[in-house]
């Protein structure tokens, strides 16, 4: 007597439909994505259509307040960066030419309260961290800003023999 073999049933992940769902929920409020909007403003004729647009609750005291806030965050990439380069480059040739980089100098500024980073923070009002990883973050994102970030080494995955 033949038997019948059971069909398997195979179940659909859900996953594809979870990661939809934030889509959904940003298409509701905004006709056009409005950092895209943000990226073409280019004059404070612009930015006042904008501001009315989409964030019409912030009036000049918010978008001040804002703004402020923003630069505080981003203080070092954009008040020293800017402000002061050739303390930033200074620093950077030291950090280049100490053997032991930003470890080393950090360690002695913290030491002694002496090297390139004390005359860094005379010059720039720069907020030494408390750790040295924050501080070797911040060597970092100093050098990407002025160019002088290290490109990664492209390693093979498959090597012949």
Request: with cysteine.
């Amino acid at each position: 007597m033949p038997t019948k073999k059971k069909k398997k049933k195979i179940k659909k992940s859900s996953t594809s439909k979870k990661q939809r769902r934030g889509l959904k929920n940003f298409d509701i409020g905004f006709i056009k994505n409005p950092y895209s909007e943000a990226a073409k403003v280019k004059d404070w004729k612009e930015l006042e259509k904008f501001v009315s647009t989409h964030a019409a609750a912030l009036g000049p005291a918010g978008v001040a307040y804002a703004s402020v806030k923003f630069v505080m965050d981003n203080y070092n990439e954009l008040k020293i960066s800017y402000e002061c380069p050739d303390a930033v480059l200074d620093l950077i040739d030291a950090t280049n030419k100490t053997k032991g980089g930003a470890v080393k100098i950090y360690n002695q500024y913290k030491m002694h309260g002496t090297g390139p980073l004390d005359n860094f923070i005379l010059e720039t009002q720069y907020a030494c961290p408390r750790i040295v990883k924050t501080f070797q973050e911040h060597m970092t994102k100093f050098k990407e800003f002025m160019g002088l970030k290290r490109n990664k080494k492209k390693v093979p995955q498959f090597r012949e023999y």
